[in-house]
Each structure stands twice: as C-alpha cells, then as structure tokens.
C-alpha cells in the first residue's frame, strides 16, 4: 500500500495541480511542491535539480522546506 512505501521512508512529492513529480523536468527550480511523509505534509520550494544543472535524467531533486 502506499503508506506501507511512505512508512519506509519514501516521499510522494506533487505539483500544485496534484499531479505526481516523475522527473527533475517536470519541477524546474522555484516550483513549489506538496511532499506527502508518512505522518503529514510539507511544503516545499525547489531550488537545484539534475535537470537545472545538465546532468541528465536523474530522479531526485534538492528541496527546501516552505511550509510551517
């Protein structure tokens, strides 16, 4: 189930428009992103990734907390 994957320590990180983040490409840095943890939600702005920084399609993007 997905909260047994969000218990192991995986995050679920989606756009505005709910839609789930597959690729560094689909989060250009300054999109802001809702992470969904396995006890809660955070807020989050992007502000490196594998695709801004021309290393491929790598799956992981760097994220700063924007919530409170």
Do not use: F, M
Request: charged share 15%.
């Amino acid at each position: 189930s997905p909260q047994r994957t969000l218990d192991r320590g995986y995050v679920i990180a989606q756009l505005a428009n709910g839609d789930a983040v597959r690729s560094p490409d689909a989060a250009p840095v300054g999109t802001a992103l809702l992470l969904t943890l396995a006890r809660g939600k955070l807020g989050a702005t992007v502000t490196a990734s594998d695709a801004a920084v021309g290393n491929g399609g790598g799956s992981s993007s760097n994220t700063t907390g924007s919530g409170g």
